[in-house]
């Protein structure tokens, strides 16, 4: 018998999930999806997010630079400031990708060929900057999934660069869910030099209101505008 004030644990979200992206996103969808949201999803892909979604009790606009009818670029979208209430963000997260398993569904390839991992996150930073224009200012969400990698031998902490550059943005970090892989992954090399990663991250940041910035302490409580 559970005592007064405690709730059983098996109808909470958590913080970790094993499944693939659309078990994730509908993980997050009960606690962050409200009904009748403005929701842009500037890297739609497939679609897989959205694939455990009700879309019809949200007011979904999809696009991608390669994938869907609405062919944006998610640097310079089409839509006016302060529209949104979430920006779903999933752009290519592999430097210079070779030939990928994923490829069919992320097109990494055709987007990144040649990139450092610098220029992933660059990529980054240009698509959080034109987010944070389209989303409502407050209370505007961004939903960024991201996954570190290696170059040339050493760790690329994507998940903490992303994180610095929200803040930068003015966005505070709500929530951070991890994706572990049901599959085991495939390793390149025969002498393995680090942990083989099967875990990805999906960040939840929000543009705060002047309430929140005071609660979370930040001195500054003018909105910076960057
Ligand atoms: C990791 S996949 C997204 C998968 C998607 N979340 C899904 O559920 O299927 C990355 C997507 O970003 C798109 N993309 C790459 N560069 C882009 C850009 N500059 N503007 C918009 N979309 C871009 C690719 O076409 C690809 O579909």
Redesign the pocket.
Known sequence: MLERGWLSVTNFVLTSITGN?DDLISCVAKLYLKKRVIVA??????????KKINLKSINFYP?????CKNK????NLPYPNNKMNIVVF????CHNPGKMIVDP????A???KGMYHADIIK?YYDGMKEAKRVLKNPGGMLWV?CKDEIESGYQRWSHIEIYNIAKDLGFYAKDLFVLTQKITPIVQFKKQQHSRKNHSYLWIFKLPTIQELKELGRGNYERVNI
Do not use: A, C, I, Q
């Open positions: 992206n999803d500037v890297t739609y892909g497939r679609g897989v997010f959205w696009s991608d630079l390669l994938t944006y670029d998610f640097r999933d752009p290519p997260y569904n992320y097109r990494n055709e987007t990144t990529f999934k």
